[in-house]
């Protein structure tokens, strides 16, 4: 449709990596439709500011991730707002830490519904629209989590596992097509929760709060540096543009020298 703006769909974009994620787009003149967990007066704060900083276009949805329904209709109405799905970003995303002998099953079975299935409903609602345009983006933020393995983690690391899986399948599904798929795969990234995990952690411990970055959270992260949003975003962009039409299938790591090692 000529003259509309490119649009691009973020899950889990209310906070963190996936609000990093939407600004990052909206800068670029992509309109943008948010979702995750918010209350109403923060969403109208997050959709007005998108709308006045970057002078684009900006919706929310609301759809429960662990909800294959809900997801299905976002992906429709956010198609139906300028004809058009250009780049899905599948971000959502919850944690939970336990032996897996004590790991609730409840806990087991929210991490794999939003972490990994709600990527396939979201993949699976967006493509029939891309085919028919004869363009898409898809873009699966994973972790590092889906390369290597942690200790106590075992249905975060399950479940991005399985999204670099499925990112490879989709891929050669789609191989023929202009559509593309690809994940990323980010180290420890700061963000507002990880900042305060980071007073949390000094506090507990009467230690210094680079200590805690050095030795604690980064502790697997040869570059004792943490992953800025604004970094994973430009490799997000790149995935999106023109340059990024031969990267299909891949699992590109931004994780300071983890999984060199």
Not at 24 to 47: E, H, P
Not at 168 to 197: F, H
Not at 215 to 224: F, S
């Amino acid at each position: 449709m000529a003259g509309v703006a490119s649009h691009a769909v973020i899950t889990g974009s209310t906070s963190g990596i996936g609000w990093g994620l939407a600004k990052a787009f909206a800068s670029r003149g992509y309109d943008i439709t948010l979702n995750g967990l918010a209350d109403s007066d923060a969403v109208q704060r997050l959709v007005d500011e998108l709308k006045t900083e970057f002078k684009v276009q900006a919706w929310y949805s609301p759809a429960n991730m662990m909800k294959p329904d809900e997801i299905q209709k976002m992906i429709v109405e956010a198609e139906s707002r300028n004809s058009k799905l250009d780049v899905l970003i599948n971000n959502a995303g919850i944690q939970h830490v336990a032996p897996v002998e004590e790991f609730p099953e409840s806990k087991w079975d929210a991490i794999i519904a939003i972490n990994m299935s709600s990527t396939f409903h979201a993949t699976k609602a967006a493509l029939p629209g891309m085919k028919k345009r004869g363009h898409g983006r898809i873009i699966n933020i994973a972790s590092v989590h889906g390369l290597v393995a942690s200790p106590f983690k075992s249905a975060y690391v399950a479940a991005k596992h399985g999204v670099i899986g499925f990112t490879k399948s989709i891929a050669l599904e789609l191989a023929d097509t202009p559509i593309t798929i690809n994940a990323i795969c980010p180290g420890y990234v700061r963000t507002p929760l990880v900042e305060g995990q980071i007073e949390q952690q000094a506090a507990a411990h009467g230690i210094s709060k680079e200590k805690v970055i050095r030795d604690v959270i980064l502790a697997a992260q040869p570059k004792k540096e943490f992953i800025e949003v604004e970094h994973l975003a430009e490799l997000a962009l790149f995935l999106a543009g023109p340059a990024g039409r031969a990267v299909t299938g891949s699992s590109m790591t931004m994780d300071g020298g983890w999984t060199a090692r």
